[in-house]
């Protein structure tokens, strides 16, 4: 991507919060569990005479849960969607964007705002900024709200969805690629966007600002790590308790689908507790630490050798991060590095017949007291970062031989 030459009082350009998007991973998580979820319903209804009560349930529930697993990842590649071009001409928000979808009967107006809107927003905010970037489609996601209302028709209501599905993954293939020309990994000298101030940091000030360290959001991931790995649990004891009855044949089928559903739960759940912990891992690499982001979280998936890791990758982050603040002299405060201890003994037990259910359980109070702590430690470091780079820039004496830097984009 390439953009015009930007005045520092220009209103438009390369936003410090634009995300890179990683098309495979939500254009797969977007289109394969949406696509089962339409092919089981169809699946009920050309066996509708060879399936019991109990299998057509079954299927129903299964075809559900697909769909919610899919609707999360439709809301995050949503909220980056709008997160790119907020200091642009933005109708809303990435929370409103997302938020009013789920407000009954609003959500159906509210739609082509966040779809189709988008699309207006994004290209009015190209052409603003002077950017030379492709512009995205405006009737692909109009047609995409207009298929959305014509899926609760009887009878066509399938074949809409198909539509929908299709080109849905055509326009979030466009979009995502739109979103990633803004990407510009960060040069030497960058940048950094602090609402109190906005100054050139050089390489030697890395000790006080580690460019990778980010601003976590917890209400956002402990909710996404708790709520499915939770209902998960809850599935899996109904599930065992439905299996198990003898003289109750008939809740088989529902058994099972539990089982599924909370298998699908705990995917989820492990899926942003991986990210999440990468996130931890980045924040301290330029400190003491013992492993990488990516070994932390691809270690774990190592059958056998993830009982030994799983201490190194939460007890260890614990160790590390105290090891950070000391030898850096941060003024934040320490994370418990009993609790990650114990959540990796638990883990251990929780494949223990009988007491697994309460060691999960406990894991996850415990997982969500850990994680609380460890989001608020790396958000301190973020926070402590930028103030140590104000305060450095305020005591450093001014000199006018140097040119000025403007923002790289």
């Known amino acids: ?56 349930l079954a299927l129903a529930f299964g075809s559900l ?36 979808m789920f407000i009954p009967f609003f959500n159906f107006y509210w739609i082509f705002q966040a779809y189709w809107g988008w699309a207006i927003d994004y290209n009015e905010y190209r052409r603003s900024a002077d950017l030379e970037t492709n512009p995205v489609s405006e009737s692909t996601p109009l047609a995409i709200c207009v298929l959305t209302f014509c899926s609760f028709i009887p009878f066509v209501g399938p074949f809409a969805s198909f539509a929908a599905l299709v080109l849905a993954i055509g326009f979030f293939n466009n979009a995502i690629d739109a979103i990633n020309a803004f990407y ?14 906005r100054r050139n940091v050089n390489e030697r000030d890395r000790f006080h600002y580690d460019e990778s360290t980010e601003f976590i959001s917890k209400g956002f991931y402990l909710s996404l790590i708790a709520g499915p790995l ?72 190592i059958p056998f050798f993830n009982f030994y890791w799983i201490f190194q990758a939460y007890w260890g982050w614990a160790v590390d991060y105290n090891k950070y603040r000391q030898s850096a002299r941060l003024d934040v ?8 201890l114990a959540m990796c003994i638990l883990t251990i037990c929780s494949f223990i017949p009988v007491i697994g259910l309460f060691a999960s359980l406990a894991n996850i109070v ?44």
């Open 333 to 340: 405060n320490p994370v418990s590095e009993g609790l990650p």
């Open 184 to 197: 510009v990994p960060r040069p030497k000298q960058t940048t950094i966007r602090n609402p109190k101030s």
């Open 366 to 409: 415990l997982g969500l007291i850990f994680f609380n702590s460890a989001i608020n430690g790396v958000n301190d470091l973020f926070v402590v970062q930028l103030e140590g780079i104000d305060s450095e820039m305020n005591a450093r004496p001014y000199d006018d031989s140097t040119p000025p830097m403007h923002d790289a984009y």
């Open 65 to 100: 849960i697909f769909s919610v697993l899919g609707v999360v990842f439709l809301c995050i590649l949503l909220h980056k969607l709008w997160t790119a071009i907020q200091d642009g001409p933005a109708r809303t928000t990435p929370g409103k964007a997302v938020g009013f």
């Open 230 to 301: 939770g209902i998960s649990l809850v599935m899996s004891v109904v599930s065992l308790a439905m299996t198990s009855s003898r003289s109750r044949h008939d809740l088989q089928g529902a058994g099972i689908a539990f089982a599924c559903g909370g298998l699908i739960c705990s995917v989820l759940g492990v899926v942003f507790l991986c990210i999440l912990l990468h996130k931890l891992w980045t924040a301290i690499q330029d400190g003491p630490a013992r492993t990488t982001p990516g070994k932390a979280v691809g270690f774990l998936l």
């Open 1 to 56: 991507m390439v953009a015009n030459e930007t005045n520092e009082g220009s209103s438009f350009g390369r936003s410090a919060c634009v995300p890179f998007i990683f098309k495979g991973l939500y254009l797969t998580m977007i289109a394969v569990p949406f696509g089962i979820s339409l092919l089981l319903p169809l699946v009920i209804l050309a066996k509708k005479n060879s399936l019991n009560s109990q299998d057509r």
